[in-house]
């Protein structure tokens, strides 16, 4: 897919921004804390409405924060941050914000258009398999991305925010965490 593929057609197609499955659902819940605090929509893939402008963002969000510039590099930090050998020790308090982080950049990559959404959506679903390994539920899942927000460097002391915006969520009729956890992405 071509740099101006990606813009094709009506300004703004909501089948390219908004989950339309509940597999597609799923991805943006398990980064839905992120985008929430990012200032995004935990509606939309990657926290933001696919266009040129948030597009650029992604692409200079993953080059600065992750040193991402195109496909491989999204693939191999993928790979990296769900990898057992980056989530021991220490790394094990903050695996599940690691998971959330591996599949943000999934999707950050499919905004910024290294991935198509196919491609997006196999990533995610290497990253489902990890998190489901270790936790059985929304709410297992979320307090553990909490607890390693207090462990993340820049983020620490925004526990206290991350918990609110989870009770948010987590009570919304059509949130992000009404998907079914055992939901399949493959």
């Not at 308090?93 to 198509?116: M, P, Q, T, V």
């Amino acid at each position: 897919m071509g740099l101006f593929d990606l813009f094709k057609g009506a300004k703004s197609d909501p089948a390219e921004s908004v989950p339309q499955t509940d597999a597609e659902k799923w991805a943006v819940a398990s980064y839905a804390l992120w985008s929430e605090y990012c200032g995004g929509n935990c509606k939309y893939f990657g926290g933001y409405e696919k266009n040129r402008s948030n597009a650029s963002m992604a692409r200079g969000i993953l080059n600065r924060d992750w040193a991402v510039t195109n496909k491989q590099g999204v693939l191999e930090t993928v790979d990296y941050l769900i990898a057992d050998k980056n989530n021991a020790g220490d790394g094990a308090a903050k695996a599940a914000f690691n998971y959330g982080c591996a599949a943000n950049i999934a999707a950050r990559g499919y905004l910024g258009g290294h991935l198509s959404k196919e491609e997006m959506m196999a990533e995610t679903a290497k990253v489902a398999d990890v998190i489901r390994a270790h936790y059985h539920s929304w709410e297992e899942y979320a307090r553990a991305y909490i607890q390693g927000v207090g462990l993340e460097s820049g983020v620490a002391d925004k526990v206290a925010e991350f918990e609110e915006n989870y009770k948010r969520l987590a009570a919304m009729q059509d949130g992000p965490y009404t998907v079914d956890w055992e939901t399949p992405l493959s």
